[in-house]
């Protein structure tokens, strides 16, 4: 394979996964650990993605104050959270987890609606900073320093004390058979608190992530109530999750 087919490759991978792992991208192409480091360091020096350690995350997933064609699938996402507030009502406890599309779930949030929000997120927690209505409790811990997520024991006690009405649960990959999967164990047993604290579970996911999978398992397809893309729930593509018995929207 051409240097330029993997480059493409690893772009592609880290702009809909927002993160990868040298490791798990060495095993997709078939190439040595080494053949990828050198990849990722030229993407970066070029200014297409951030290396950091044992892999590599998208710019608009760390900074996401950045231009907005830093932010992959932008168009996509924002329909997703059009979506996903009318969800919302006011009294009701919400609990949002990290990543782009969730960001913009919080965005969209109308500042007059009265809700108090959870969230282990850094960057969920700065634009809920603007929304006088909205009580914000950031779930604190050590922070991530790649997710910008609080991670640890801190963060699952303190889901563990809580009970929300409906959470937004960012995932890194979904499929029916091997469910929401993600490639970081700490962020995996956070967002296994987040589920257990909820009575409703939404997935917010850009379709590119269907039937995709990652290292860690999160939880079962079951475990999810809500499925919500940027296609029409008709879609074809969308018939074996709601097969499953998830709600499409």
Known sequence: ?????RHQIILNE???HNR?????IANLLNVSPDTIRRDI???HDNN??????GGAVSLGFN?????FEDIYALAEKKIIAKKAIQLLKDGQVILLSGGTTNIEIAKLIPPRLKLTCFTPSLQVAIQMLNKPHIETVFVGGKLSNNSQIAIGGNAINMLARIKTDICFLGTNSIGCSDGLTEFDWDIVQ?????IRTSKKVISPAISEKLNSTQRYKICEIEAIDILITELLPSDRILKPFSDRGLTIM
Do not use: P
């Open 1 to 5: 394979m051409l240097k330029e087919e």
């Open 14 to 16: 880290v702009r809909v």
């Open 20 to 24: 990868i792992l040298l490791t798990d």
């Open 41 to 43: 360091k030229s993407l």
């Open 48 to 53: 297409k993605l951030k290396k950091v350690h």
């Open 63 to 67: 900074n996401y104050n950045n231009a």
């Open 190 to 194: 956070v967002k296994r608190a987040m």
